[in-house]
């Protein structure tokens, strides 16, 4: 199968991840820049068998329908971002966008749930993001494993970004903290390695791919919960959770702080669990759903059937 690709392509990208992923599985892959002239993603759109568009927010609604036109096979939208929550005006920069597309595949919770009240018809997937193992994994020697006393917090701050400014500003108070927003791939994975307590917050009902890169990478894995959280994971084996306020994010990473034991145990549980999230796995995911699977990797299993 030839799958064409529109996406975002430097090399911490997940999306470089994805097209791996459809090459080891045995299929052609093409790829196309979203920031590429228009003529080249008609190419691409006309010599696939499947066109995945990812996120597609720089796209205007012709030259979508006019990819969507001239693809002579199926046609797949996947963001891995929220719709819901966020900055700017997501329902229109992703969601309308999204529901043009024949199938729709999205990450997280909220968005599968907005796309089913818009559209209770649209052909629906809830796909995790995949990890690529050979960047994300423990980076020895193992004992410096989770050693550094501190909080590790690699990502941006954005507007409605589920309080990531004040909660970390709080965390600097009584702990140490690294918060960096480029720090990628192998560095990061290191970094996760080495520091104690990784922590993730939660916009809306979305789970971020940050998760399964620090699990991956052997860190110990602190994130706010959700309602994939709860489906998806089990507290207290493969990472751990907190309910969102800040005396409970204190509370669990001074808890955590103080035993390298609890989170060297459940930082190895949370790896293996990664495993099960291979980009691989995802991309064969996306060609079940295409040919009429129902697939659906988080809570959005309760009304995608």
Known sequence: MRVGIIGKF???????????????????????????????????AQNSDLMIVIKGSAMTHDHIRQLIRVCPGKN???????????????????????????????????????VREVDPEKPLAQIYQGVRHEVYQPRPPWDQHLTTEGVCFLGHYYHQDGGRREKIAHLEKDFKVLRSNDIYMEQAAERYFLWAVSPNFICGELTSSRVLRVMASGGFMLTETNKDIRRSFSNGIELATFDGSLKDLTSKVRYFMGDIKARRRIAERGRRKAKEYTWERQAQKMLDFVGGSVVADGAASDFIR
């Open 10 to 44: 430097p090399r911490e990208s997940w999306c470089v991840g994805l097209a791996e992923a459809f090459i080891n599985i045995g299929h052609t892959v093409l790829t196309s820049e979203l920031t590429a002239n228009r003529e080249h993603h008609v190419r691409v």
């Open 76 to 114: 797949l939208f996947y963001t891995g971002d929220s719709i819901t929550c966020g900055p700017g005006n997501r329902v229109e920069a992703i969601g309308m966008r999204a529901l043009m597309f024949d199938h729709v595949a999205l990450t997280g919770y909220e968005g599968c749930a907005w």
